[in-house]
Nanobody, 112 residues
């Protein structure tokens, strides 16, 4: 059974940086869409950054220039590099892999 496990969340100050990791156990990432979503308090889950089947990345417009998604296939690990974080980035971040596979999430709290 393929499982996704996120790590790297925690408390970070506004303007700081953080790198989240998603490790696949029991398999590998799909060649199809994979990436990161998040759910902020009171909000619906939203896409953060995806790697599509053609290898291109899609990043939420408001996050462009601050967040970057990447993958290390040799380590079966996908990353979300978060830079210049803002208060509104506070959320639970989830790793996603096609079709419909999700991690349990890792909490990111941006606070001064």
């Amino acid at each position: 059974q393929v499982q996704l496990v996120e790590s790297g969340g925690g408390l970070v100050q506004p303007g700081g940086s953080l790198r989240l990791s998603c490790v696949v156990s029991g398999g590998t990432f799909s060649s199809a869409t994979k990436g990161w979503y998040r759910r902020a308090p009171g909000n619906q889950r939203e896409m953060v950054a995806l790697i599509t089947a053609n290898g291109n990345s899609e990043i939420l417009d408001s996050l462009k220039g601050r967040f970057t998604v990447s993958i290390d296939n040799a380590k079966n690990t996908m990353y979300l590099q978060m830079m210049n974080v803002k208060l509104e980035d506070t959320a639970v971040y989830y790793c996603y892999d096609f079709p419909g596979r999700w991690g349990k999430g890792t909490q990111v709290t941006v606070s001064s």
